[in-house]
């Protein structure tokens, strides 16, 4: 391996459904006002794929548009890594369904899971494919259609999720740009905090599990909170200390939008003031593992982060699991 070698993000690209279901929708549904979904979490509105859209089809135009964005051809793409919860089905993967749809034939396609941390772990494990020379066009990519597994009768968890993709392309960059380091981490022992009990091999579909709610997804909003807030905030503090830096030197942190609450909590806690902190939680709820992509996608285009800068990308999610990454940005 070429220890000098640097891989960055060259292109961005995200998709978003049509349809906006406010908090006022909301009340219409279930038990709930406005000013206590806004207060608690910070979300006015979230966005819902309809019936006929499935992951692979955000996806897709998701990464269209960040291969554009990166100047490449379909045919350029060598590797493709979708990270998501809400897969078509079991299998093919929705790589591999994306790569059908936007006629990526030179490319390897595999799925991950890591809920809401994957895109961070899509990022890390594309980074390592481009160093050791296997790949030189990763294309990764963040998409969930958590609507489909949200129980619209839980007023706990219904008011969190939005549906949505985000994708970025890996290429190497320019010595010192790009991906400064990565960090990821797991704890197994807490997983039953954040679950969708039913459809796997464990507690396969029935009418039993059906009747039960048991293909929703099943939170322990409290302990989640705090397990968000010390692992996002400790892995952010590690990884700059890492790379040689201080939180003085971060121009933006760009977090996994779940709660306004946590993301806060996080930057108080890296002394880290919340204007150099992106977030479009508003807008979109909780998309899992599509935030932190399009909330960089949007950010980028938005022209709030800029060629130079230092960011710091940091997750948590269901496993449960949590990864940050510092990146010089170099587009």
């Not at 979109?284 to 399009?294: K, R």
Request: contains cysteine; charged residues 20%.
């Amino acid at each position: 391996m070429n220890k000098f070698l640097s891989v960055g993000i060259t292109g961005t690209g995200s998709c978003l459904p049509e349809k906006k279901l406010t908090n006022f929708d909301l009340e219409k549904m279930v038990d709930t006002t406005d000013e206590w979904i806004r207060t608690r979490t910070g979300i006015s509105e979230r966005r819902i794929a309809d019936n006929k859209t499935a992951t692979s089809d955000l996806a897709t135009e998701a990464a269209k548009i960040a291969i554009d964005d990166a100047g490449l051809l379909l045919e350029d793409i060598d590797l493709i890594i979708v990270a998501t919860a809400t897969p078509d089905m079991a299998f093919p993967s929705t790589a591999c369904i994306v790569q059908k749809n936007i006629g990526a034939k030179n490319a390897v396609a595999f799925d991950i899971e890591a809920a809401c941390s994957g895109f961070l772990y899509a990022l890390a494990i594309g980074e390592q494919f481009i160093k050791t020379g296997v790949y030189r066009n990763v294309l990764i990519i963040g998409a969930e259609t958590l609507s489909k597994i949200t129980n619209w009768k839980d007023r706990r968890t219904c008011v969190l999720f939005g549906d949505g993709a985000g994708a970025a392309v890996l290429q190497q960059v320019e010595g010192g740009l790009g991906i400064l380091s990565s960090s990821l981490g797991s704890d197994g022992f807490r997983g039953d905090y954040l679950t969708q009990p039913a459809g796997g091999s464990r507690m396969p579909a029935s009418i039993k599990t059906i009747l039960n709610d048991l293909h929703y997804i099943h939170m322990d909003g409290r302990e989640v909170f705090k397990f968000a807030v010390r692992a996002m905030s400790k892995s952010a503090l590690e990884i700059i200390k890492d790379v040689g830096y201080n939180i003085e030197d971060v121009d933006y942190m760009i977090p996994h939008q779940a709660n306004i609450r946590i993301i806060e909590a996080v930057a108080k806690k890296i002394n880290l003031t919340m204007d150099k902190v992106y977030v479009n939680l508003n807008d979109y709820g909780n998309m899992s593992v599509a935030s932190i992509p399009v909330a960089l996608d949007e950010a980028v285009k938005k022209g709030s982060v800029k060629a130079g800068d230092i960011i710091i990308l940091v997750a948590f999610g269901g496993g449960l699991t949590w990864g940050s990454s510092v990146i010089k940005w170099c587009k």
